[in-house]
């Protein structure tokens, strides 16, 4: 790449020195994770024991918006989708649930 485009070839030796840097731990940075479901695990390396907190790890608890309850099928649908009352649910072989 360097003789084809030697610019983005620049761009992407920048953008590895970077990297480099951020994994050796010579450039801080911080890393959010917003995830509402809940199913996300962030582990320290080098400390074993669940027992010892890592301090420079933040967890934040919180409770969902209802936009976020929405995106994960947590909440009813609005009420024009819904079924109108009097309607029953048909059942596969027909009959009224």
């Known amino acids: 790449r360097h003789a084809a485009d030697p610019d983005t070839a620049a ?3 920048a953008i590895i020195a970077q990297l480099r840097e951020l ?6 940075f911080v890393v959010i994770l917003d995830d509402p479901a809940g199913n996300s695990l962030v582990e320290s390396v080098g400390i074993s024991n669940t027992s010892i907190r890592d301090p420079a790890l933040v967890v934040e ?10 995106e994960m099928g947590l909440e ?4 024009d989708e819904q079924p109108a009352e009097g309607n029953s649910e048909q059942t596969c072989g027909g009959e009224s649930a």
């Not at 994994?23 to 801080?28: A, Q, T, V």
């Not at 608890?61 to 929405?70: G, K």
């Not at 009813?76 to 009420?79: A, R």
């Open 11 to 13: 761009k992407i030796d």
């Open 61 to 70: 608890h919180y409770t969902r918006s209802p936009e976020q309850d929405a």
């Open 23 to 28: 994994s050796s731990g010579e450039l801080p």
């Open 76 to 79: 009813p649908p609005p009420e």
